[in-house]
């Protein structure tokens, strides 16, 4: 899909004073089918690949996926999920009653939210469709028999007593004591509980089972919450799978397989597919960054931003701005976040670009910088935003990475400050969308790619 090309304005010094795209806005809106897709589920030696979707879109599997939520909901349950992380690096709170929390999203117009993939649980196998989340490390689903409270879903409950490889995982078990939370104990099992930043809650038994990711790749002992007491926005999906650092998380438990190697790339529009990889790369097609790590949040994949350029010029922002509380990149955050020195200057000259088109309100606090398109017909230009990495790496944003849509002619610019200069930036997945984005925990590194999800 072609999302806009850059157009370069020279002055007689033959200097190059801006770069802006022009913007078909149809491309930033998703259709009412689901587009095919090259890259389905497939498996070689040493990889694996599953089909992603926006669980809120044509090629969700969900039946309630025209469900929505008004975009004030929508922003305040991502900053809810940005506080929580902020509280999580802090330490603020005890990390029993914190994990990323996941903001549901209706994917109508702002439709960069959660992902989905379906995999297997149990021997038989019992396909279940779950949330995948970089900033969470325990996988888990909703298990009977629902003791407390289960959130409606659309596949029926996994029944451990169905499967002939489950088992319960001993208090005594070192695989208890690598939780993230204290685990506590029902008899002899080990108990997990995750309390999410939007006050949605799971917990049940610590257990391991047969993980399936395609007809021939398997996971003996794979170990998740089995989870009889869930409560919250988690959508229909049966329950998540956490791509964090920490020893619980699938990257470390097939570390053996796959080597700690992960991709995704994550549809520009709902109404489009995308791919979770895991396995091998082809590195010539990445720009690697250092993946950086602060032992204090272990879970989270840490980079280097090192500046933004708006219009081909990089904003008057001191580099120790960003180097202050850091950078992660999360696909669970929907608008990236910016401490609030680097937000102001990235707005300033975003609007000095964008002087031709009529501005209004934001629909929230947190999207301020919004503008009417209307009249304009269907074709606008916008100033092009380019990221700056550590290694010397540019990002350059398409349109959709860039304006998120919230409705068919306003649309907003996709990123937002943090209330001061101390708090974490977060790269969030807008900002990810059609790019190859790799993971690669042994040579401690991160990689974008031209991607477009074929």
Same mark, same amino acid.
Request: one cysteine or more; charged letters at 15%; hydrophobic letters at 35%.
């Given at each position: 899909?072609?999302?806009?090309?850059?157009?370069?304005?020279?002055?007689?010094?033959?200097?190059?004073?801006?770069?802006?795209?022009?913007?078909?806005?149809?491309?930033?809106?998703?259709?009412?089918?689901?587009?095919?897709?090259?890259?389905?589920?497939?498996?070689?030696?040493?990889?694996?690949?599953?089909?992603?979707?926006?669980?809120?879109?044509? &090629?969700?599997?969900?039946?309630?996926?025209?469900?929505?939520?008004?975009?004030?909901?929508?922003?305040?349950?991502?900053?809810?999920?940005?506080?929580?992380?902020?509280?999580?690096?802090?330490?603020?709170?005890?990390?029993?009653?914190?994990?990323?929390?996941?903001?549901?999203?209706?994917?109508?117009?702002? $439709?960069?939210?959660?992902?989905?993939?379906?995999?297997?649980?149990?021997?038989?196998?019992? $396909?279940?469709?779950?949330?995948?989340?970089?900033?969470?490390?325990?996988?888990?689903?909703?298990?009977?028999?629902?003791?407390?409270? &289960?959130?409606?879903?659309?596949?029926?409950?996994?029944?451990?007593?169905?499967?002939?490889?489950?088992?319960?995982?001993?208090?005594?078990?070192?695989?208890?004591?690598? *939780?993230?939370?204290?685990?506590?104990?029902?008899?002899?099992?080990? +108990?997990?509980?995750?309390?999410?930043?939007?006050?949605?809650?799971?917990?049940?038994?610590?257990?391991?089972?047969?993980?399936?990711?395609?007809?021939?790749?398997?996971?003996?002992?794979?170990?998740?919450?089995?989870?009889?007491?869930?409560?919250?926005?988690?959508?229909?999906?049966?329950?998540?799978?956490?791509?964090?650092?920490?020893?619980?998380?699938?990257?470390?438990?097939?570390?053996?397989?796959?080597?700690?190697?992960?991709?995704?790339?994550?549809?520009?529009?709902?109404?489009?597919?995308?791919?979770?990889?895991?396995?091998?790369?082809?590195?010539?097609?990445?720009?690697?960054?250092?993946?950086?790590?602060?032992?204090?949040?272990?879970?989270?994949?840490?980079?280097? *931003?090192?500046?933004?350029?708006?219009?081909?010029? *990089?904003?008057? !922002?001191?580099?120790?701005?960003?180097?202050?509380?850091?950078?992660?990149?999360?696909?669970?955050?929907?608008?990236?976040?910016?401490?609030?020195?680097?937000?102001?200057?990235?707005?300033?000259?975003?609007?000095?670009?964008?002087?031709?088109?009529?501005?209004?309100?934001?629909?929230?606090? *947190?999207?301020?910088? &919004?503008?009417?398109?209307?009249?304009?017909?269907?074709?606008? +230009?916008?100033?092009?935003?380019?990221?700056?990495?550590?290694?010397?790496?540019?990002?350059?944003?398409?349109?959709?990475?860039?304006?998120?849509? !919230?409705?068919?002619?306003?649309?907003?610019?996709?990123?937002?400050?943090?209330?001061?200069?101390?708090?974490?930036?977060?790269?969030?997945?807008?900002?990810?969308?059609?790019?190859?984005?790799?993971?690669?925990?042994?040579?401690r590194v991160i990689g974008f790619g031209p991607g477009n999800c074929?």
């Amino acid at each position: 899909m072609l999302l806009g090309f850059i157009v370069y304005i020279v002055d007689g010094t033959d200097q190059i004073l801006s770069a802006r795209f022009h913007v078909d806005l149809k491309t930033l809106h998703p259709r009412d089918s689901c587009s095919p897709s090259v890259k389905g589920v497939s498996s070689g030696s040493n990889w694996t690949s599953l089909r992603v979707v926006h669980r809120y879109g044509p &090629c969700s599997p969900f039946a309630d996926q025209r469900k929505q939520l008004s975009h004030a909901k929508i922003l305040d349950l991502d900053q809810a999920h940005v506080d929580d992380i902020h509280r999580r690096v802090s330490h603020s709170e005890p990390l029993a009653a914190s994990a990323t929390a996941i903001p549901t999203r209706s994917g109508a117009y702002l $439709d960069s939210g959660n992902y989905v993939v379906t995999v297997g649980f149990g021997t038989p196998k019992k $396909d279940q469709t779950v949330i995948f989340d970089t900033g969470s490390s325990v996988s888990w689903i909703q298990c009977q028999p629902c003791v407390g409270s &289960c959130y409606k879903q659309e596949a029926p409950l996994f029944d451990p007593s169905l499967s002939s490889t489950y088992a319960n995982i001993s208090c005594a078990s070192c695989f208890c004591n690598e *939780l993230l939370n204290k685990p506590r104990c029902s008899a002899s099992d080990c +108990i997990y509980s995750v309390r999410y930043g939007d006050g949605s809650v799971t917990a049940g038994f610590y257990a391991q089972d047969t993980l399936t990711l395609s007809p021939v790749d398997s996971t003996p002992g794979f170990r998740f919450g089995c989870g009889e007491r869930n409560m919250g926005l988690f959508g229909r999906t049966d329950g998540l799978l956490g791509l964090g650092r920490d020893k619980p998380s699938i990257v470390s438990q097939t570390y053996n397989k796959y080597g700690g190697v992960f991709s995704y790339c994550l549809p520009l529009t709902s109404s489009s597919v995308g791919y979770l990889s895991f396995g091998s790369y082809p590195a010539g097609d990445l720009l690697l960054t250092p993946m950086l790590s602060d032992p204090n949040s272990p879970t989270f994949y840490y980079l280097a *931003l090192t500046g933004i350029s708006v219009g081909g010029q *990089l904003i008057a !922002v001191p580099p120790s701005i960003f180097t202050r509380a850091g950078t992660i990149i999360d696909s669970g955050t929907v608008i990236t976040r910016l401490p609030a020195t680097a937000y102001s200057a990235l707005r300033s000259a975003f609007r000095q670009g964008m002087t031709a088109y009529k501005s209004v309100p934001g629909t929230t606090g *947190l999207l301020d910088t &919004c503008y009417d398109f209307n009249g304009s017909g269907g074709k606008v +230009i916008i100033p092009r935003v380019a990221l700056h990495l550590g290694g010397g790496v540019t990002i350059n944003l398409g349109a959709a990475g860039i304006l998120v849509a !919230v409705s068919r002619t306003q649309l907003c610019l996709a990123f937002a400050g943090n209330g001061d200069d101390s708090s974490m930036g977060i790269l969030g997945n807008t900002q990810q969308k059609g790019f190859n984005v790799l993971y690669d925990i042994n040579k401690r590194v991160i990689g974008f790619g031209p991607g477009n999800c074929s």
